[in-house]
């Protein structure tokens, strides 16, 4: 995982895929710090209502998040950075060696409608 600060769009890296679900990460600037970024895409003709919860890895440390919900409108991708994790219950994850991070998708579930 590898994002320069100056890089308006970064390098995603496919987590997770499920019922047209499809979550992505990378890490991206947020003010002066280098953070978790989280792409939400749904393929579906159908909004989408998706609870989270996921665990970062960088150099042999783990910290998790517990479950946090994402609403995302029909056929559209959500694009959720530090200032948007936050109010979701995820504190904003911070990335200090970008090639060592890496997120495991622990729980996710999907509800249509």
Known sequence: ?????????????????????????????????????LKVE????QAAFVDIALEKEENGHKLGVPPFHVHIDANSTKVMDCQELGPHGMMPMEVEDEVSATVTITHLLVNLF
Not at 29 to 36: A, R
Request: net charge negative.
């Open 1 to 37: 995982m590898t994002v320069k600060a100056q890089e308006t769009d970064p390098e995603w890296i496919q987590a997770y895929q499920q019922d047209g679900i499809t979550i992505s990460y990378a890490a991206g600037t947020c003010g002066v710090h280098q953070m978790l970024l």
């Open 42 to 45: 749904n393929s579906n003709a």
